[in-house]
């Protein structure tokens, strides 16, 4: 199993900029496939990127394409969630999820998943 916390959070302005963390418990932190997603107030919880195991591969959700940045470094057992210039829209809670796979796959929806953290509120203000 995994334990996950995210970090990084905060208020910004329309524009700015944040970066999230997602420290991970476990040895075998390597071979969880990683993402992101975001729950707005009154909205499903919606997928913005994926990683694969060595980082080499990623996949972002059309809304954040290049703006946001996922990332990991698996002798820290983090990964990152770069976000720029960002909008008022991408005010959310942003969840870390994780799951264990033999293979390197990039998961987009939330049933693939079976670890998640408590999630981390970004505010954007316009």
């Known amino acids: 199993q995994v334990q996950l916390v995210e970090s990084g959070g905060g208020l910004v302005q329309a524009g700015g900029s944040l970066r999230l963390s997602c420290a991970a418990s476990?040895?075998?932190?390597?071979?969880?496939?990683m993402g992101w997603f975001r729950q707005a107030p009154g909205k499903e919880r919606e997928f913005v990127a994926a990683?694969?195991?060595?980082?080499?591969?990623?996949y972002y959700a059309d809304s954040v394409k290049g703006r946001f940045t996922i990332s990991r470094d698996n002798a820290k057992n983090t990964v990152y969630l770069q976000m720029n210039s960002l909008k008022p829209e991408d005010t959310a809670v942003y969840y870390c999820?994780?799951?264990?796979?033999?293979?390197?796959?990039?998961?987009?929806?939330?049933?693939?998943?079976?670890?998640w953290g408590q999630g981390t509120q970004v505010t954007v203000s316009s």
């Open positions: 999820a994780a799951d264990r796979r033999d293979s390197d796959p990039l998961l987009t929806n939330a049933f693939e998943y079976n670890y």
């Open positions: 476990g040895r075998t932190f390597s071979t969880y496939a």
């Open positions: 990683i694969s195991w060595s980082g080499g591969s990623t």
